[in-house]
């Protein structure tokens, strides 16, 4: 923890849908209320982008269609 610095994060999801990790972004809190809901999308926007990367990999690595919904796909940012 620093005083007067904000960190936000979203969580990246794996194919079924379970959460394997998280994307964050710390800011000076000057700079990120200025910004708020812009740096949000792009937060959003990013995690959801590597999670339909992540999504599309088999264990060994390559590439693969999955034709099952994912489950639990709640993309709400967690504010800390």
Known sequence: FV??????AAPLFDAVGDVIAAVNL???T???LA??????LMLRDTAD?????????SEDGRRHVS????KGMNRSLLNT
């Open 3 to 8: 005083t007067g610095s904000t960190g936000v």
């Open 26 to 28: 710390g800011a000076p």
């Open 30 to 32: 000057s700079r990120y």
């Open 49 to 57: 982008q590597i999670s339909k990367t992540l999504s599309s990999l």
């Open 67 to 70: 034709t099952m919904p994912g």
């Open 35 to 40: 910004k708020r809901e812009e740096l949000l």
